[in-house]
């Protein structure tokens, strides 16, 4: 294998099985990532459209959310673990068939009911993905292009992200031209983000294993290390020690994006609303507007969270892990914040939602880094699903703490009151982003040392 790499050029090192590992998993995690972008695009329209009698709209799609978390760290942890012990590639090719056909099966939902177990069983495809991918990537790729390789592979997510956005958007202007009814737009979103993510699983199944995890399998090595074992994970003393420290950060950074991040179209439609109201728009042109403001505003978040992740990246390779990561939750914690209580005009749109982006996602290129640095092979997906997905049940409850809090400071106060209650909520929330700083001291520098074996 190839192990030098030159600033700006590390891919040129590549072999061809190298590179191709590389491909395949960041096509996995793009479109990954496309779907849960789809699914924050189309989630209150798809409640709205099928809820009935008293049941609550917004109480309903925070139980989706809620739902699809729990689906995404139940098959993180679960596939995580396969993929040591039976092989990265083929659990990496299972992931993606269940988020596709799943995503779209969620456009023929008949209830909540239904539509909860879709997003369910979509998050358990979605929830593999993360850890597989980086086992994957750092198996095949060896000194100084990994770090490069999957900062760049965990960027690569928000440009799925973004390709989300540019659906929605197109859709949104169909449904403005009639060329599409409001009920087809939510259900077309999710056949689009279905069909190009099944091809993918096809090619993944193309995908040869690592040529170390074959020799280890073969040896006997994997046997003896208990590969994909929880038990063994969490029975040795250095490795239960790295797993919930990372665990506990990542759920930190998890609880930011998905538990408070995410919830800012709650305070766009507020803004947005005000404008195109000011501006003399009738109800059909208001809908098409606002989807479309949405779509724009969903693409500068994500380019902004490009931009931070490979900040984050060259940070962490020229600095250190934990320096990097102290530097990226201050940020973010400072970004969401004032997102929440400062986001008032659609000028600020522009401006402070890239800027939201591009502190919260810098975490997670932090984590695809970090993660493998902390486990030997035999338990390397198994450790990094764990913590970066373990922290999914964790973000699941973040939903139902915000919404609680926001009833109970809008309690009986009118709708500009009841948006003004959940800025609040959101802002005192955002603090919670600064309790990594008490976790990093506690967890190993990994920089420029060998993976643990």
């Not at 390789?149 to 859709?171: D, K, P, Y």
């Not at 003393?237 to 709650?266: E, M, Q, Y």
């Not at 209580?341 to 695809?368: C, H, N, V």
């Not at 919404?403 to 009841?418: C, D, R, V």
Request: hydrophobic fraction near 50%; proline fraction near 4%; aromatic fraction near 12%.
């Amino acid at each position: 294998m190839n192990t030098n790499s030159n600033s700006g050029s590390w891919w040129r090192t590549l072999s061809r099985p190298q590179f191709l590992a590389f491909t395949v998993a960041s096509m996995a995690w793009f479109f990954d990532c496309f779907d849960q972008q789809i699914f924050n695009l189309a989630r209150m329209d798809a409640v709205k459209s099928l809820v009935t009698g008293e049941q609550n709209p917004k109480t309903w799609a925070a139980y989706t959310m809620t739902t699809f978390l729990v689906g995404w760290g139940t098959g993180g942890l679960w596939l995580g673990a396969l993929g040591d012990k039976l092989g990265r590639a083929r659990m990496l090719a299972l992931c993606i068939f269940l988020y596709a056909i799943f995503t779209g099966l969620s456009a023929f939902s008949l209830s909540v009911w239904d539509f909860c177990g879709y997003r369910f069983l979509t998050g358990v495809g979605v929830g593999g993905v993360f850890g597989l991918s980086v086992a994957l990537i750092s198996d095949v790729i060896i000194g100084e292009a990994r770090p490069k390789a999957l900062g760049l592979f965990q960027a690569l997510s928000t440009i799925g992200n973004v390709g989300a956005g540019l659906v929605g958007l197109g859709i949104s202007m169909l449904v403005g031209s009639g060329a599409l009814t409001p009920t087809w737009q939510w259900k077309t979103l999710f056949l689009v983000g279905a069909i190009p993510a099944l091809l993918t699983g096809f090619w993944a199944l193309t995908l040869r294993e690592p040529a170390s995890w074959i020799e280890a399998r073969d040896s006997g090595k994997l046997a003896a290390a208990r590969a994909g074992s929880y038990v063994a994970l969490l029975g040795n003393v250095k490795w239960r020690r790295n797993a919930l420290l990372a665990l506990a950060l990542c759920s930190v950074g998890i609880v930011g994006l998905w538990g408070l991040g995410n919830f800012h179209p709650d305070i766009l439609d507020s803004v947005l609303r005000n404008k195109f109201a000011a501006d003399g728009l009738d109800a059909k042109g208001m809908e098409s507007q606002v989807g479309r403001a949405k779509s724009f505003a969903m693409i500068a978040q994500n380019l902004g969270g490009f931009v931070g992740m490979l900040l984050m990246a060259q940070l962490a390779q020229r600095w250190c892990r934990r320096g990097a990561f102290a530097v990226g939750f201050i940020a973010a914690c400072a970004a969401t914040m004032l997102v929440f209580k400062g986001l008032r005009t659609y000028e600020d749109i522009w401006w402070m939602i890239p800027l939201m982006g591009a502190a919260q996602y810098s975490l997670f290129s932090g984590f695809a880094i970090y993660l493998p640095e902390l486990f030997p092979s035999a338990l390397r997906s198994t450790g990094a699903s764990l913590c970066y997905n373990g922290g999914r049940f964790v973000a699941a409850t973040a939903p139902f703490t915000l919404a609680l809090l926001t009833n109970y400071l809008g309690e009986g106060k009118s709708p500009i009151e009841k948006i003004e209650a959940f800025r609040t909520a959101g802002f005192w929330l955002s603090l919670v982003l600064l309790t990594a700083l008490l976790i990093l001291p506690f967890l190993p520098e990994t920089k420029d040392k060998p993976l643990p074996e």
